[in-house]
């Protein structure tokens, strides 16, 4: 088709207020607030969230500013309000091993309870125990015992006192010690000395009786021990007998507190018993008084830290499930700690220092977290990784392995977590994941993709509105007029390059809510007005546009060279954009081209001294290839030729100035000057269609700046792909210069096309002798038969070369 000159109505969008509805969004604030334009991302976060097979965790992905964080968090509350309330998890002491603590789940809020209760019971044990054990029937027959233990006792030793005398021994106590000395006739304490001059037979005799009193003693001691042993137990099993119901009254009690049904019963039950067991065997610690009393009161804190109830995870008074994000995913956060504290040069601990993280505490909900995260910290994405393949955590203390102090260990009891997983990245960290650990991907089989724009429908523009309304009550900003609402819908037509679609990065939106809000303010409005939003994107322009302002400078300055009138030949108006990551815009540059015969053919200067990306090397390919087929039947082409980018020194990347880069080469060979008062854009495939390229409203609005402030005189333009008209969402001011005949909007189907309007010259169709001489191929072609007689001729010229005679073969010494 023919070149066509846009009219002012197709270079934007305009959203008649009247067609929304309403008259500020005051009247908008009690409807809902829907996933605008997001219904796939919707239907796949509803099925994830919802579905209970393990791996389907979600993998939400999309732009930054998409919404794709608060929309998820939003619906995971709401799926959460409908599932029960998860389990308390309580940390508790092992009897058995102290070392490797118990777990232990109970319905929600009895964690808290468990542990009221523990700490009651306690507080009954020390109060009732000193009493039970001081009450008078306890005390009467524990003196019935010692009596008797102190009666056999004493027959005992009389017996052996008599066994000792029959046999001249005198037997005594001394210190807790048995004494015994031998005896002579007049019952005199028999000396050494004595004991020498007695008879060799008497002297065995005395050895003999010693002997037998020696052994005696042994029994007797023997005894004693047996004895002794038997009074402690009489007494402890007095003590037990006394207390046994009070302990077990307590734990029923605390079992009948307990009334839920409670998954891990038996090990409930298990460990009353034990706590039962060790208040048992450490009664003596209850009873004051005594030599070691401070011992005794440390030993008795100790029993009662034993009895303490550690509860890492209380959802007491929660309603449905947990919904955590987790914003800072250190390994102690996410996967929980182990307190540490130094004693006596050693770092000590014990479960009751056991801290959940947010893993266990998100337990039967939900847990969002941020790949970039969990990627910047090798053992948290680790763990994670174990984590899901087992489905069970083990709380442990990472560092403590490099600790520079020795320190006691500690492996709390392994726990299943069935947590929901909803994992938030970009679209290329999704796919380098994918592509880099598949197993870890496997686990997230849920993909939620938020899209980076949608189409633009009624529906999708009175969601916006609802959505503005929204965020003013939400942040108490003035309400928005309709006409500022349809100025926002007509920013995000531009911020997604679309007449046929909207942004989907709601952020930017609330930012210009924001902002325009603030201006309304300062102008005392009630609404927030068409004007107000104007003006914030004005402001915002001018707050980010220092670096374009400078290069437009450098341009009327004349030290960038470009002209906006007259014709050149060689030489076109290219437009490129620059992207600061905060502010993009468009800027013109001259493009160059200069031939001459030669055999090298096509030399791109940007790539020969790599200022140049692969894309646009593979558009300068493309160029070459569509070159050489308009003029394959005058093939091999006798040419040297040469295409730059005037006064670019910081580089290049993509094709979308191949057709700045045709025409000027085409002009160079033709000969035919192109008109500088238009610039071009757009990319080139082989066969001479024009292709669209990414910013073009930067590209337009940035020549249309050069010309305004070299001087607009009713002939500048552009040249653009037809294919790009319907990303065209020019500013206000350029649809004025453009209605008032000042500046033009050309666009073209083809290469072709867009040469006959920068020329004047009918590009040329191939016919039986070549293409007409009076076309711009034509022209060219004259042009390329001339290089290659000129080739030719030289070709002609040169000496033939006679062969090289062979050289004897060189000899070298060598010195060792």
Same mark, same amino acid.
């Given at each position: 088709m023919p070149i066509v000159a846009l009219t002012p109505a197709e270079l934007r969008v305009n959203v008649d207020p009247d067609s929304l509805g309403f008259d500020d969004t005051a009247e908008l604030v009690q409807q809902p607030l829907s996933w605008i334009g997001q219904e796939r991302a919707e239907q796949a976060a509803r099925f994830g969230l919802q579905m209970d097979q393990p791996d389907y965790n979600l993998f939400v992905l999309?732009? @930054?500013?998409?919404?794709? #964080?608060? /929309? &998820?968090?939003? &619906? &995971?509350?709401? @799926?959460? #309000?409908?599932?029960? @309330?998860?389990?308390? /998890?309580?940390?508790?002491?092992?009897?058995?091993?102290?070392?490797?603590?118990?777990?232990?789940? =109970?319905? %929600?809020?009895?964690?808290?309870? =468990?542990?009221q209760m523990m700490g009651d019971l306690a507080r009954t044990l020390q109060d009732e125990i000193p009493k039970r054990l001081a009450a008078l029937d306890v005390k009467a027959e524990s003196e019935r015992l010692q009596t008797a233990h102190q009666a056999e006792e004493d027959q005992a030793y009389a017996e052996l006192s008599a066994f000792a005398e029959a046999r001249n021994f005198a037997l005594m106590r001394e210190d807790g010690r048995l004494v015994f000395t031998q005896r002579d006739e007049q019952g005199q304490a028999?000396?050494? %000395?004595k004991a020498i001059t007695l008879p060799r037979e008497r002297r065995e005799a005395i050895a003999a009786a010693e002997e037998a009193l020696r052994a005696e003693v042994n029994r007797f001691l023997d005894k004693a021990q047996a004895r002794d042993l038997a009074l402690k137990e009489a007494l402890d099993a007095l003590r037990r007998q006394g207390l046994k119901p009070l302990l077990e009254r307590e734990a029923q009690k605390i079992r009948n507190a307990l009334r839920k049904q409670i998954k891990d019963s038996v090990k409930l039950g298990h460990y009353l018993e034990q706590v039962q067991h060790d208040v048992l065997e450490n009664l003596e610690l209850f009873q004051p008084g005594g030599e070691h009393e401070e011992m005794r009161i440390g030993a008795l804190v100790e029993l009662y830290s034993r009895l303490r109830v550690n509860v890492v995870v209380d959802n007491h008074g929660r309603e449905g499930a947990p919904v955590i994000v987790d914003d800072n995913p @250190? +390994?102690?956060?996410? +996967?929980?700690?182990i307190e540490y504290e130094a004693e006596n040069d050693v770092l000590v601990t014990d479960f009751s220092r056991i801290r959940a993280g947010s893993l266990l505490k998100a337990h039967g909900g939900f847990l969002m977290l941020h790949l970039t995260d969990l990627l910047a910290d090798p053992p948290v994405w680790e763990k994670l990784r174990r984590f899901l393949r087992s489905g069970r955590l083990q709380i442990e203390e990472p560092g403590m392995v490099y600790a520079q102090i020795s320190a006691v260990s500690l492996q709390p009891e392994p726990v299943d977590v069935e947590v929901k997983i909803v994992l938030v990245a970009s679209v290329d960290d999704y796919y380098l994941l994918q592509e880099g650990d598949p197993e870890f991907a496997r686990r997230f089989r849920c993909k939620v993709d938020f899209a980076e724009s949608f189409d633009a429908t009624p529906a999708s523009r009175q969601a916006t509105a609802v959505y503005v309304a929204h965020t003013c009550a939400r942040l108490g900003l003035p309400h928005f007029s309709a006409a500022a609402v349809a100025a926002l819908i007509e920013a995000t037509h531009r911020e997604a390059e679309d007449q046929f679609r909207q942004s989907a990065i709601f952020a930017n939106t609330e930012a210009l809510v924001v902002e325009s809000a603030a201006l309304a303010r300062a102008r005392a409005a009630r609404l927030v007005g068409a004007v107000d939003v104007q003006a914030a994107i004005q402001a915002r322009q001018h707050r980010h546009d220092h670096p374009e302002q400078r290069l437009q400078e450098s341009i009327v300055d004349g030290q960038r060279l470009l002209a906006v009138v007259g014709e050149r030949v060689g030489q076109a108006n290219g437009l490129t954009v620059v992207d600061l990551g905060d502010h993009a815009f468009g800027f013109p540059v001259r493009v160059t081209a200069a031939t001459h015969a030669g055999d090298e053919g096509l030399v791109n200067i940007e790539r020969e001294v790599e200022l140049s990306g692969p894309i646009h090397d593979k558009g300068v390919l493309i160029l070459q290839s569509h070159l050489s087929a308009l003029f394959g039947h005058v093939a091999p082409l006798a040419l040297n030729a040469a295409v730059v980018f005037e006064q670019e020194y910081n580089g290049v990347e993509g094709d979308s100035a191949s057709c700045a880069e045709f025409y000027a080469l085409l002009s160079a060979l033709s000969g035919l000057p192109l008109k500088q008062a238009i610039a071009v854009t757009g990319a080139l495939n082989q066969h001479g269609e024009m292709l669209p390229v990414g910013g073009i409203n930067e590209k337009i609005e940035g020549f249309f700046r050069s010309c305004e402030l070299l001087g607009l005189n009713g002939q500048q333009g552009v040249l653009i792909p037809s294919r790009n008209r319907r990303h065209l969402m020019l500013s206000p001011r350029v649809v004025q210069a453009v209605q008032a005949g000042r500046f033009h909007i050309h666009t073209a189907d083809l290469a072709s096309e867009g040469m006959e309007l920068l020329t004047g010259v009918r590009f040329g169709s191939l016919g039986p002798g070549g293409y007409p001489a009076d076309t711009v191929l034509g022209r060219a072609q004259a042009t390329l038969q001339a290089y290659r007689r000129a080739c030719e001729s030289l070709d002609a010229r040169r000496p033939a070369r006679r062969p090289r005679a062979a050289r004897p073969p060189k000899l070298e010494s060598r010195r060792r």
């Open positions: 999309g732009e @930054v500013g998409s919404g794709r #964080a608060t /929309l &998820m968090q939003q &619906m &995971m509350q709401r @799926v959460a #309000a409908e599932r029960p @309330v998860p389990p308390d /998890l309580v940390y508790l002491h092992n009897f058995d091993t102290p070392e490797l603590p118990r777990a232990l789940r =109970l319905p %929600a809020g009895e964690g808290r309870l =468990l542990r028999l000396t050494a %000395a @250190v +390994f102690r956060s996410l +996967f929980g700690s």
